[in-house]
């Protein structure tokens, strides 16, 4: 998600600049506008300019899901960056302003919204205008880019339809103008049985270079949780079995069974490294892509494959906590990759996921499930004549935080 960002912020820039640079070329640039103000109901302290919807989106929904009630003031600030026709932007510095022919409309901020904004109840009106505008800028393909009216990717068109399966919505009944439906585009990206090298098989792809797929383990990721028609929450499967590589030769494509061969693929990268990796801008040699890493432990556990994913869950117990200090969307992430596996976030390596996300936001409201089970404990303590500190609602410390920023699955890429 992080990666998926970065890539999405990168996209944009590309879209705009194509735009704007006979001006640019002509004209001496003009000094950098000075950074926004942090608002107080938004989660992190970095510049929000690219992903302030996202992380806050990520932040909401990780803390519904391990029962901490956010705060009305976080909740209110998502709600207000809506447009009035049901999109999002990025990130709104004045939402009070109308929204109008310059604003910048993201489907990845909007996919992740609805998701939140649906998790958190009573948002219902909201949640629908969305999921109307996410459908009214579906491409011919049946597929979505990051921005409207630019070709489809893998990626967003993978998102889109995880948001409108979260939603109640069927992807395979939702089509464009053109007859394609969801799961038409997003079957186009991915590599079948006739892709070289073979380990490829089962990948999506980001979107075609010279007419030509590459292997992209953020779209992939993303295309399990789609091509199952699941959301971003993944609720621990009953059962596990090992991942397979893609069928060959395959039968009719299905949503399901891409999403299965997509697994494999997976499964089968993180088994050299025990993680997934990723060259960076600048760099020659590939390093730990802990953001996809997060992915695809979250894709396999919902594909049903928890063991395939226990190496991946151990490296980002050791290693992930540089990477998601301080960082809403990383954090959120992780909290998510702990509930599809059935594992602790409030013990994760040696971290409390749920503290460290929460103090990167306004204070959690009093009443859920965090403060309820401190206080059992606490009286529990008591009647034992022991001394304990329970500190109610971590997430005191509003305002620590880091722009999250990259998505090749706009993958937990963090600005």
Not at 264 to 285: I, M, N, R, S
Not at 343 to 353: M, R, V
Request: hydrophobic share 45%.
């Amino acid at each position: 998600m992080n990666v998926r960002r970065s890539a999405a912020a990168l996209a944009a820039s590309a879209v705009l600049c194509v735009g704007a640079a006979p001006a640019a070329l002509a004209a001496p640039s003009p000094s950098a506008p000075p950074a926004p103000v942090i608002p107080s109901g938004l989660f992190g302290k970095k510049d929000p300019t690219y992903d302030g919807v996202w992380r806050q989106s990520f932040a909401l929904l990780a803390q519904q899901t391990v029962g901490v009630k956010p705060a009305e003031e976080a909740v209110a600030w998502l709600a207000g960056q809506q447009c009035a026709n049901g999109g999002f932007a990025s990130f709104r510095a004045d939402a009070a302003a109308a929204c109008d022919d310059k604003t910048m409309y993201d489907t990845n901020a909007t996919a992740m919204a609805v998701q939140a904004l649906k998790a958190l109840g009573g948002q219902d009106a909201a949640v629908k205008k969305g999921v109307d505008w996410l459908k009214s800028v579906q491409n011919e393909d049946g597929g979505w880019a990051f921005v409207p009216g630019t070709p489809s990717e893998g990626n967003s068109t993978s998102l889109v339809i995880s948001a409108l399966a979260a939603t109640g919505e069927k992807p395979a009944e939702v089509k464009s103008k053109a007859g394609k439906s969801a799961y038409e585009g997003l079957l186009s990206f991915q590599l079948g049985c006739p892709a070289e090298p073979a380990a490829d098989r089962g990948a999506f792809g980001y979107q075609p270079a010279d007419g030509k797929l590459a292997a992209n383990a953020d779209a992939t990721a993303a295309a399990v949780l789609a091509g199952l028609a699941q959301g971003s929450v993944v609720a621990p499967a009953a059962t596990d079995t090992p991942a397979a590589a893609l069928a060959c030769p395959a039968g009719s494509a299905d949503p399901a069974g891409a999403a299965q061969g997509a697994a494999g693929y997976l499964a089968e990268a993180l088994k050299k490294d025990g993680h997934l990796t990723a060259v960076t801008p600048g760099a020659d040699q590939p390093t730990a892509d802990t953001g996809n890493t997060a992915d695809a432990v979250i894709a396999l556990a919902a594909a049903g494959h928890k063991q395939s994913a226990a190496g991946a869950l151990e490296w980002l117990k050791a290693n992930s906590a540089d990477w998601s200090k301080d960082s809403p969307a990383a954090l959120g992430t992780l909290v998510l990759a702990a509930h599809a596996t059935g594992t602790d976030p409030k013990s994760f390596g040696g971290t409390d996921l749920v503290t460290a996300l929460n103090a990167t936001g306004p204070a959690a409201r009093t009443g859920d499930a965090s403060a309820s089970q401190a206080k059992d404990e606490k009286k529990d303590e008591k009647d034992s004549n022991q001394n304990v500190w329970w500190i109610v609602g971590a997430g005191l410390a509003a305002g620590m935080g880091i722009g999250v920023l990259l998505s090749g699955r706009r993958k937990k890429n963090q600005l």
